[in-house]
């Protein structure tokens, strides 16, 4: 909407990456408007480089999705999206709310948003439409002599690889069953090699974009290095998790292949993936084309389109600033430090 033209990105923590790019794509668009940020703490390195910062209560407060539609009416906000794994199903629910407001959530139903956060129902919804899921079992009720060795345990509601074991025979499942803090599925490891699919769906749940990915190294859940890949099975694959489940918005689908067999999606982010400047660089403007579908206007799917081979190696970098009274100031002089309070 014209009188709608900022973005909104919520928990935006250290995705930097993300909110340039989004800069970056207002700036094309020629249509004015603002990245706005949201994060608790106020050293997060993504409010340094955010057009403007609001404060927004803890996720888990009752008026969390009053107060991103408050943003949405006040500030001009056209498109909401999250950037961590914190908030997706919160901001699904509000997202009447918001279109109220004025704007949209770039997010699935919050039933398809909370089967990607739980593993469990995500085997579930997977099996049901018909999509390939690896062997899952509860915890509970299940025969663990029966299993089919090596195992994986996986957090219900995980991220970041977080309390994740593989286990190699019955004793090492009992073992880290008897340790893991959180609610766990049982999983069969997989053989093959793990790929990352950068994907993008419609408000109208098509598939407008799927971008493959090799994983050659990925720490605590970002990925490190990675490649882009022309690879139309597994374009094919995503489009078909897109299409059947509904995903909406931007949406990260990992799964194994071991030659020219998929035998599973282990893993679906309703966000970003933590590979972002790698799809983007091949040419996924996914920015732009979801400014583009917040002002109403259609978008073409674009599968198979990116550029293959195309390498991220990445490193960390930082924002170096200075006290000036009560606020925090960049000194590279790069971007207008909008922090403070700390
Ligand atoms: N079934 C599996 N077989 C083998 N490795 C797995 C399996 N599931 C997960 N993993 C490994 O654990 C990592 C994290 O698992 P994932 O399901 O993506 O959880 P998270 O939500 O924490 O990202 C994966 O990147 C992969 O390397
Ligand atoms: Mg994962």
Redesign the pocket.
Known sequence: MADHPSVLLTCSGQRVDIVRAFRDALARRGEGGRVIVSDLDPLSPSLVSADMVVQLPAVDDPGYGAAVAEVVSREGVGAVLPLT?LDPVVLATAAPLVAAAGGTVFLPAPEVAAACQD?WLCHEALQAAGLPS?PTWPVDGTDKGALPYPM?I??RI?????W?H?CDDRGELDFFLARTPVASVL?????GE?FSIDCLGSLDGRAIGAIPRA?YQ?KG?EQIKGETLDDPQLVDLAAAVIERLGLMGPCTI?C?RQGDRIL?V??I?TRFGGGFPLPLAAGGDYPFLILAMAAGEDVAPQLGTHRAGVVMTRFLSEHVLVRDGDRLRSMDGREEAVTGGI
């Open positions: 794994d593993k690896p994986m996986k957090p995980g991220f970041a690889g977080r994740i593989r999983q069969q490891a997989l053989p793990e994983m990925s859940g990992q194994f599973g282990t893993d982010n």
